[in-house]
């Protein structure tokens, strides 16, 4: 068992726009059955994890709730499940229900949807395994950013997928 933290970034670093749109990844040219694309990698994901922020960007975007596995949302708001979808909203510390989010997964991993802020406090707390990167050929110029934290890496492996440049990395314990 892994945890993930799966994205896709501009060149300059955002994840997101300012007011947390991804309309700027979907007008970009990307194979899904290329290197380090999704289909692939959402296979072996058994829980995800995600902040307020994605949860209502996701709901407000896709006309239904497209994950089957449970679905981790840390909020301090009170926030409408989806009907007949297992999405528990909590708040706090990853580290104070990072066990019972590993037992949701039944075996497969974890996948960190996002913001890069929660991802961060994952990695802080040594919850973060592997940072996959997608890197968009395109700048924002602000907007969310991919991190908030330092982080050491090493590098794993690295692709091309069409004009995407896809990284995947170890997160160093003890960064």
Not at 16 to 21: P, R, V
Not at 47 to 67: D, F, H, I, K, P
Not at 153 to 166: E, K, M, P, Q, W
Request: glycine letters at 10%; a negative charge.
């Amino acid at each position: 068992m892994a945890t993930h933290f799966y994205t896709a970034a501009s060149v300059d670093g955002f994840i997101a726009t300012d007011d947390h749109s991804l309309e700027w990844l979907f007008a970009q040219d990307f194979d899904q059955q290329g290197p380090m694309a999704y289909p692939g990698f959402i296979e072996g994901i058994g829980a995800l994890v995600m902040g307020a922020s994605t949860y209502e960007w996701l709901r407000g975007n896709q006309e239904t709730w497209e994950y089957a596995q449970p679905t981790w949302v840390f909020t301090h708001r009170a926030l409408p499940a989806p009907e007949d979808a297992d999405v528990r909203f909590v708040k706090g510390d990853p580290t104070e229900v990072f066990d019972d989010i590993v037992a949701s997964a039944g075996g497969k991993d974890v996948w960190v949807v996002g913001g890069g802020d929660l991802a961060g406090q994952f990695a802080e707390a040594g919850l973060l395994d592997q940072l996959w990167v997608q890197f968009a050929p395109v700048t924002l110029g602000s907007g969310k950013p991919l991190f908030t934290r330092a982080l050491q890496l090493d590098l794993i492996d690295v692709a091309r997928n069409r004009d995407f440049v896809c990284t995947r990395y170890r997160v160093r314990t003890g960064s």
